[in-house]
């Protein structure tokens, strides 16, 4: 009998789970569900009980998952440990380093009673001002990435946890954030092969038993600029089954964004996917979507639009994935414990990139009088959790240095808030700047100008994608951290004042850039 559920991971609004969905669930319609940052979590141990609350609705495995990545998009909340994410672990760049931070992140995710994380990002950062990628990925060369690809996916092997490799065929050169418009890629697969592949190449034979597919489109492979991969069979099962020989299990990248089609269109595109080879369609909390799919997909399958060996192979994958991995789960305390805790530090103080010191500025004395700057962190992308976090630039030169004052501005600042960072560097023996892409944000980079026009010996940090060296003075003393969160900010203290050395290498190209100053990837 075929089940149109086995193909469906819910989603839902709510710290508990809902009647209607628990129903659901009990009738077998959803195969497991995806657990959002700020629909469904409050702390972990609730969402411990949600996600037991879950398997018993099912009575059967059910997957559940999350965005769990590190970095920019931190699904399951605060509590867990705050690992920098892959920008930060390709400037590291030991992957014996990121096989460990994903084992610890693994073992968390499923003492949260979660099994897959949505993760590793497997794009290429070829294109900076893509704004749904960033710090996400791990750099931009294929090699590069690759390694850290199969180890990260290793290391949340080791931890128990699946591992889902994104977003398929890769989209790092995409200009446009797919959860609002289809991005188009121009890539032919020859060139794909030496480039996007190569890094899904590694992570699937490190033991990806998922694959996530882009909401992006490829004329030059599917002879269409209006079809997502999501919906190709030629990338899907041509490409992705039949050239790079997978037999796991596909989850399309989620329905509700707006590269696929919408409202009555989702069923459309959710028949669509499943013919083009996808197992599991990405469900969100978003009124009326589950109702749509389970009628769109019922009448397919009475009208013959479906397989039923196809449904029936797919199926078997989703069912066998899902019962590899319910069994025991480790202790809530292994969240944030000291010893994840200090392995984020670890990550932090090995990624932290010193890209120039030109008047030789650094180390700055503990006595100095700081004017620490920065924006108040904001999510570029709805794959981002940034806005969660609170600036925390300030409180960790606070621990190094004697006095600092703080400054917190937007992410484009207005003329007063410049005007107001030039009066109070006057007091100021140093001005140390957090920026924020403020390549795409010329309010930043109208700031960083006027406060080197004071005088004031200034340093410039990239707190998320370096290519920020683009529109920043070419006189300032500058290093990246790639990461707002308190571990990376506190190993960037630590180098300012030379108590730590910066031992991280760039992991993208600035070469590019026009003041990039000749620096190269690792």
């Excluded at 672990?89 to 693994?106: E, K, Y």
């Excluded at 300012?496 to 850039?513: E, H, K, S, T």
Aim: aromatic share 2%; proline share 7%.
């Amino acid at each position: 009998m075929t089940r149109i559920g086995d193909h469906l991971l819910l989603g839902f609004e709510g710290h508990e789970l809902p009647p209607d969905t628990a129903d659901l669930l009990a009738r077998g319609i959803g195969i497991g569900v995806t657990l959002f940052r700020h629909g469904n979590v409050r702390d972990v141990a609730q969402v411990r009980e949600l996600t037991d609350a879950i398997r018993r609705a099912a009575g059967r495995p059910v997957l559940v998952c999350a965005d769990q990545e590190g970095g920019q998009f931190l699904a399951l909340g605060d509590d867990t440990t705050p690992f920098a994410g892959n920008l930060a672990l390709g400037a590291a760049d030991d992957p014996d380093l990121t096989r460990r931070v994903a084992a610890a992140m693994a073992a968390e995710i499923r003492a949260a009673g979660v099994d897959v994380d949505y993760a590793p990002v497997c794009d290429l950062l070829t294109n900076p001002d893509n704004p749904n990628l960033g710090i996400r990925c791990f750099g931009a060369d294929p090699d590069h990435v690759a390694r850290h690809a199969a180890a990260f996916t290793a290391g949340l092997v080791d931890g128990g946890a699946v591992a889902a490799a994104k977003h398929f065929p890769g989209k790092g050169d995409a200009a446009v954030d797919s959860h609002h418009q289809l991005p188009t890629l121009p890539h032919d697969l020859a060139a794909m092969e030496g480039r996007e592949l190569v890094p899904f190449a590694a992570a699937l034979d490190a033991g990806a038993q998922l694959v996530m597919t882009a909401h992006a489109a490829y004329p030059a492979i599917t002879g269409r600029s209006d079809l997502p991969a999501t919906l190709a069979r030629p990338i899907l099962t041509d490409l992705l089954r039949g050239r790079l020989g997978f037999d796991g299990v596909v989850v399309t990248d989620a329905l509700d964004m707006k590269a696929l089609g919408q409202g009555a269109r989702q069923a459309i595109d959710a028949i669509s996917a499943l013919r083009a080879g996808a197992d599991l369609l990405l469900a969100t909390a978003q009124p009326g979507m589950t109702e749509r799919l389970v009628e769109g997909l019922d009448a397919a399958v009475s009208r013959d639009l479906l397989e039923i060996d196809d449904l029936a192979r797919s199926a078997a994958r989703t069912a066998r994935l899902a019962a590899a991995v319910d069994g025991p789960r480790p202790p809530l305390d292994v969240i944030g414990s000291a010893a994840h805790r200090d392995l984020a530090a670890e990550l932090a103080a090995r990624a932290t990139t010193l890209v120039r010191d030109p008047a030789g500025l650094l180390p700055l004395s503990p006595s100095a009088r700081v004017l620490a700057v920065m924006p108040r962190p904001f999510d570029r992308t709805p794959a981002d959790t940034s806005s969660t976090v609170a600036p925390q630039l300030a409180a960790a030169l606070g621990a190094v240095v004697g006095s600092v004052d703080e400054l917190v501005v937007d992410g484009d600042p207005d003329g007063g808030k410049v005007d107001e960072a030039v009066r109070r560097a006057a007091s100021a023996d140093v001005v140390v700047l957090g920026t924020i892409d403020a390549h795409a944000h010329p309010g930043q980079a109208a700031l960083a100008g006027a406060l080197a026009g004071t005088g004031r010996p200034l340093v410039t940090t990239s707190l998320r994608v370096p290519a920020d060296l683009a529109v920043l003075p070419d006189s300032t003393t500058h290093l990246a951290t790639y990461g707002i969160l308190r571990p990376s900010l506190d190993a960037l203290a630590a180098v300012l004042v030379g108590a730590a050395p910066a031992r991280g290498r760039l992991p993208i190209d600035v070469v590019r850039y026009p003041r990039g100053h000749g620096l190269g990837a690792s």
